[in-house]
């Protein structure tokens, strides 16, 4: 006679009967808490299943992300190319979450994605969008394609410079538009991928970021046509050999990468702002 | 067995205050201390955990009887990366803004001690009901404490609540600081601390 087994999952004793027993003999729990023990014809503990059941699951798990990535790709390279123009929007001063067609409004307002070299030639008046700045980063200055945005801005020419560094705890970047003239700020973008909440991230808040686009203030690059960049200072603190922004106090590590990717980034288009149109 | 059994409804219930995975079973506190610096992430987290561990219960307990038990742990890490990598794949394609501003978070969600910990002690021996029940018990239970903690830090830290200022200009006239300290991880370990003292002061049975 095949007798069902049935395992307590209270205290994982187990019964032998064609049913449960009221309550068990060892835990007092009731009958509901037995749940029956299934023989089955497999073996889940051998090697060969084992083996087998991994192989089987890596497989499957493999073919739904692939399939989920390639279903979705598309639709995720838009989103990023549209967040791009949006932060290249934000940085000229127009706000984005009034803007019904971000993508319209882009292609409004920037007339020329041009690639520039280090002595401030434009080396292709097209395909500056398509620029990776981290990987151009990692060339040597030389050979580094420079992308710069020129747009209109209510019938004024206005260049828009893509900066990449790093902050605490990973990269942050930025766009930040110049009038005409090459050196007066007319507005900044900043974003970061983990700096802290609250402290590092406060860098993506209008509080940070007016201080750049000032009207009272107004903010220069450089001095006496020498390029200085923008100092972020510690609150309280000047700076006499530029112009300066109040760092983020408590985020100390992070206002130092925006200084730096300040430099840095716009650094590599001095030769571009020395000369003249 | 009807469709919340006392045994379902104990399945929801008991995470979500006596038994919550945070304060009484110290599970997920990592994430805890790192997402409740503000109101916004901690309730996305919150929803994004409940979501996915309650799905992932479902997908266990339905292979349970069948998972090698040698390697079920590795088997429940990959269903749990799977998904998670699927949501955020899913966030990319339809929520854009909503992924940029969870960044690393969602991918933080396959390391929360709540998911292993829920699919090794309920769903590898329980139905696929009860293991969602659990799952979504679980997640709420969470979530609450990460709201609590962020609602706190915000407030002191900020004085600010899901981003909109909350303590007036003219307090900090008056010569009020918002205090940076409740910013930083040890201050939430701090107020987690003090609500398993509540918890355990109302109920002396714990």
């Known amino acids: 006679m095949a007798t069902k087994?049935?395992?307590?999952?209270?205290?994982?004793?187990?019964?032998?009967?064609?049913?449960?027993?009221?309550?068990?003999?060892?835990?007092?729990?009731?009958?509901?808490?037995?749940?029956?023990?299934?023989?089955?014809?497999l073996d889940t503990n051998s090697n060969v299943y084992t083996i087998i059941y991994a192989s089987i699951v890596v497989v499957v798990v493999a073919f739904l992300l692939a399939f989920v990535s390639g279903a979705l790709k598309a639709k995720q390279d838009e989103n990023v190319i549209l967040d791009k123009k949006k932060q290249i929007l934000s940085s000229l001063n127009i706000n984005i979450k009034e803007c019904a067609d971000p993508a319209a409004k882009y292609a409004e307002c920037v007339k020329g994605e041009w690639i520039l070299n280090s002595n401030g030639d434009v080396v292709d008046s097209i395909g500056g969008f398509d620029i990776n700045v981290s990987e151009e980063n990692t060339k040597p200055l030389e050979e580094r394609k420079l992308p710069v945005y020129v747009c209109e801005i209510d019938g004024a020419k206005k260049y828009v410079f893509p900066m990449r560094g790093a902050g605490l705890w990973g990269p942050i970047w930025g766009y930040i538009s110049l009038d005409a003239d090459k050196s007066t700020v007319f507005g900044v973008y900043f974003s970061h991928e983990s700096e802290t909440p609250g402290l590092g991230a406060e860098i993506t808040q209008p509080k940070f970021q007016n201080q750049f686009r000032d009207p009272e203030n107004p903010k220069h690059i450089s001095r006496d046509g020498k390029f200085t960049s923008i100092a972020v200072v510690k609150p309280g603190n000047t700076c006499e050999d530029a112009d300066y922004v109040n760092g983020i106090s408590g985020g100390t590590m992070t206002s130092t990468g925006v200084n730096i990717m300040l430099k840095e980034g716009l650094g590599q288009y001095e030769q571009f702002f020395n000369k003249e149109d | 067995m009807g469709l919340l059994s006392k045994k379902s409804k104990e399945a929801f219930i008991t995470p979500i205050w006596g038994n919550n995975p945070v304060t009484m079973q110290i599970l997920g506190i990592c994430s805890s201390l790192a997402v409740t610096a503000k109101l916004e992430p901690a309730l996305v987290m919150g929803i994004s955990v409940t979501i996915i561990v309650a799905l992932s219960n479902v997908v266990i307990s339905l292979l349970r009887n069948t998972i090698p038990s040698r390697i079920r742990i590795i088997v429940q890490l990959v269903v749990v990366a799977a998904l998670v990598t699927i949501v955020s794949q899913i966030l990319k394609a339809f929520a854009y803004d909503v992924s940029v501003q969870l960044s690393v978070y969602v991918g933080l969600i396959i390391t929360n001690c709540i998911l292993m910990g829920r699919l090794e002690a309920f769903a590898m021996g329980n139905g696929p009901w009860d293991s969602l029940l659990d799952g979504l018990g679980n997640g709420f239970g969470y979530a609450i404490i990460l709201v609590i903690v962020a609602f706190i830090r915000e407030l002191l830290g900020s004085g600010a609540l899901l981003g909109f200022q909350i303590i007036p200009q003219c307090v900090y006239d008056a010569g009020y600081l918002n205090c940076g300290l409740m910013l930083m991880p040890p201050m939430a370990l701090i107020i987690i601390g003090c609500i398993i003292w509540f918890q355990r002061a109302k109920n002396p049975e714990l």
């Open chain 1, 5 to 41: 087994e049935f395992k307590c999952k209270v205290c994982g004793y187990v019964h032998k009967g064609d049913k449960a027993p009221d309550n068990c003999p060892v835990c007092q729990a009731p009958a509901s808490e037995f749940e029956e023990i299934k023989k089955k014809g």
